[in-house]
């Protein structure tokens, strides 16, 4: 499954990949995150790897994010790996003017298991619906910050 989001955010780009590249920023945004941990000695470079754990509804759900691409300002890629489901999320912020960036979101999900499989084909905007949610709060945490 592969889709694409788009989001015009009122802030200079430098500033948009300030906050966003910021780690500790993440619980502004995306507050199903209970914590992370880097897994190596040079993290946000291509290649390094990140243990995030959020919470879905009760259930705690451990990821690995593997950065393989760092182009900033313009552009961020990296894989998620969850039970089940493969993620890969390409981020691109393109400057629009000196006060507004927009930031497109381009991702494709592979499910494993049959009961992921399941919920990728009966309910896949589900998942759309999730990254753009944590977009929009991105931009109300950027524009307030």
């Given at each position: ?36 941990e ?79 499989q399941?919920?990728?084909?009966l ?23």
């Open positions: 499954m592969k889709y694409s989001l788009e989001l015009t955010i009122d802030l200079p780009r430098d500033r948009v990949i300030e906050l966003f590249d910021n780690m500790d920023n993440l619980k502004h945004w995306q507050p199903e995150l209970i914590s992370w880097h897994l190596d000695d040079h993290p946000g470079e291509p290649g390094s790897q990140t243990k995030l754990v959020y919470l879905m509804g009760k259930k705690e759900v451990e990821m690995i994010e593997t950065i393989v691409k760092r182009k900033m300002p313009e552009e961020f890629t990296a894989t998620y790996e969850a039970k089940g489901v493969w993620n890969s999320v390409e981020n691109y912020f393109l400057e629009v003017d000196e006060t507004t960036t927009t930031w497109v979101l381009g991702t494709e999900f592979k499910f494993t298991g049959l009961i992921m399941l919920v990728g084909k309910m896949p905007g589900m998942f759309k619906k999730q990254s753009y949610k944590y977009m929009v709060q991105f931009k109300k945490f950027a524009e307030s910050a």
